[in-house]
């Protein structure tokens, strides 16, 4: 397996990998509740997120795209200033008054994000053809060896909390939640300080055990 930064020719591929990834995720579903329009709502809504993070090169891609991974740099920005400008507009005319609501938990989500320089994993998803494989979490192990070469923390909010057990197999610490409107739905933080496993021997050992148990 290879794992390589996404370039702008790859975007379709990438956001159709995440759009599918998160069709069932309890707080995307939640922001994006009719289940027949949102694939491609996601695919509208992850797409200003995967074009604002190509240029950064820390978009991730397995061969095929089997799996993707969404990283922002310490002190760059999630989004481009266009779509900035065009993000509720967009918002409104995906969910219509649900908008609001989901403009809260947006809000929550920035509001929680830790104040130190770290590299931030925005979306982390895996094609549904490509399930079962352990390519998702071999593509962060890969990208969090990266990352401790650079002594560097990570830091993700886990927007299914049934992944924050493979979160923590890989070195990542529960430090909080937060919630939508109303209590739902329920987000988790999770922090990672460098030089968990920084050889990559330290990775492959833990995605065998990964692998072994999805058999």
């Known amino acids: 397996m290879r794992a390589r930064s996404a370039t702008p020719d790859d975007a379709a591929a990438v956001i159709e990998t995440l759009a599918l990834a998160f069709l069932d995720d309890p707080t995307w579903s939640w922001a994006f509740p009719d289940q027949e329009s949102r694939p491609q709502q996601l695919r509208r809504y992850w797409g200003i997120y995967v074009h604002g993070a190509i240029p950064h090169g820390w978009v991730w891609m397995t061969e095929g795209c089997g799996a993707a991974a969404l990283w922002i740099p310490p002190g760059k920005p999630e989004l481009s200033e266009e779509a900035e400008a065009g993000y509720e507009e967009l918002l409104r005319e995906l969910v219509g008054d649900h908008a609001d609501e989901v403009m809260r938990l947006v809000e929550e989500f920035e509001a929680n994000r830790p104040g130190e320089p770290h590299y931030y994993l925005g979306l982390l998803g895996t094609h549904p053809d490509h399930r079962g494989r352990g390519e998702g979490m071999w593509l962060l192990a890969e990208n969090l060896a990266r990352i401790d070469e650079l002594g560097m923390p990570a830091y993700l909010e886990s927007s299914n909390r049934d992944n924050d057990h493979r979160y923590e197999s890989l070195g990542f610490t529960r430090i909080g ?10 987000v988790g933080r999770m922090w990672r300080e460098p030089g968990f496993g920084h050889k990559r021997t330290g990775y ?5 055990a990964q692998r072994a148990k999805t058999r």
Do not use: W, Y
Not at 177 to 186: A, K, L, S, T
Not at 204 to 208: D, I, L
């Open 177 to 186: 939640e937060f919630f939508g409107p109303g209590g739902e739905p329920v």
């Open 204 to 208: 492959r050992m833990v995605m065998a």
